[in-house]
């Protein structure tokens, strides 16, 4: 980059699932954005989530292993959040998304809308 230039790094305007998990029953479903690398940051527009039946000790947990952020679920079927703003977590962090065991035979499933960004970059 030359001085003074910015790179510019597209947003998705309509998140699709960009990474996904579903478990085996009575487990949980965790996938996880990758380290973006030096210099880079993940950030998590949304998070979407089912169980198949309802669950006992069902959440979603979105964390970098420093920062985290939890949701209890008591219901079954899909939901989702969307984060406005997007959560921004430190630079040249994993992020990993849980949809909790949901107890018994219950099936998790978990879905991730992410992108890296410039580290300290804010828009």
């Known amino acids: 980059l030359m001085a003074n230039e910015k790179r510019n790094h597209p947003r998705p305007s309509a998140c699709v699932p960009q990474a996904s998990a579903t478990s085996a029953g009575g487990a949980a479903a965790t996938f996880t954005f990758a380290d973006p690398g030096d210099g880079y940051s993940i950030v998590v527009g949304s998070v979407s989530w089912s169980y198949d039946t309802t669950p006992t000790g069902g959440a979603i947990t979105v964390s970098d292993g420093t920062t985290s952020i939890s949701h209890k679920v008591s ?29 018994g035979a219950v099936i998790a499933t978990a879905h991730g809308c992410g992108y890296k960004q410039l580290a300290g970059q804010t828009e």
């Open 75 to 103: 219901a079954a079927g899909p939901n989702s959040i969307t984060f406005n703003p997007p959560l921004l977590f430190a630079d040249t962090t994993a992020v990993t998304v849980v949809a909790a065991a949901g107890g």
